[in-house]
């Protein structure tokens, strides 16, 4: 079943924050994070393995609670650079790596201005 | 290294016709995905395989198929084309160990 991702858009002044959501009703494994641009290929942002640890990644970081199957991507003094769609990708099986291929959200758009 | 390449880059096709997205990737993953990106959808899980012989169904297998004889190369075949497929397709790889996947650029395709 397709996570539900929330905002569905947000637009932001360059140097703000924004949280972005990304809730499942099954049982997660894992979460993966991607930023696609327009009219380019979707790229690996980070993980998140079961275990509800945290990751950082420059200033983007992201969270996992499995207990209520959420993530939550956190973006801190936002760049322009940050502006594209977010995607989130839930894994139910134990593979670990998405091997048996990740069901993705519908995307959180977001629009970094100066 | 070049990563995830994938062919024709665009493509237009008439009703019934058929075609086969080519896949190549170059950095020995097990994992190769197939993916269509409709606007405002997500991407939604075509086909997948984890090793040489081995292919599987995934969300919307329906009008496609898909052939994984070496490790680097995952073709997918549209046959009889309908204005349903429509879409931006993108391949995908992967190991396991949480690194992620790595997409190609993708080929837009338009059935008219």
């Known amino acids: 079943q397709q996570p539900v991702q929330s905002p569905q858009a947000v637009i932001l002044r360059e140097g703000e924050d924004a949280v972005i959501n990304c809730s499942s009703s099954?049982?997660?494994?894992?979460v993966h994070w991607y930023r696609q641009k327009h009219g380019e290929a979707p790229v690996f942002l980070m993980i998140l393995l079961k275990g509800g640890e945290q990751k950082g990644h420059e200033k983007i970081s992201a969270s996992f609670n499995e207990k209520k199957q959420q993530s939550s991507l956190y973006l801190t003094a936002s760049q322009l650079s940050y502006s594209g769609t977010y995607f989130c990708?839930?894994?139910?099986?134990?593979?670990?790596?998405?091997?048996?291929?990740?069901?993705f959200g519908k995307g959180t758009h977001l629009i970094i201005q100066p | 290294n070049a990563g995830v390449t994938q062919t024709p880059k665009f493509r237009i096709l008439k009703i019934g016709q058929s075609m086969t997205l080519q896949c190549t990737q170059d950095m020995n993953h097990n994992y190769m995905y197939w993916y269509r990106q409709d606007p405002g959808m997500g991407l939604k899980l075509i086909y997948y395989s984890v090793g040489a012989g081995i292919t599987d169904k995934g969300e919307v297998p329906n009008g496609y198929n898909v052939s994984r004889s070496t490790t680097e190369d995952f073709p997918l075949r549209l046959e009889l084309a309908a204005p349903s497929q429509t879409s931006v397709y993108f391949c995908?790889?992967?190991?396991?160990?949480?690194?992620?996947?790595?997409f190609g650029s993708g080929t837009r395709l338009t059935v008219v």
């Open positions: 099954k049982a997660l494994y894992s």
């Open positions: 995908a790889s992967s190991f396991t160990g949480g690194i992620g996947y790595t």
């Open positions: 990708g839930t894994e139910g099986s134990p593979s670990g790596g998405g091997a048996d291929g990740l069901t």
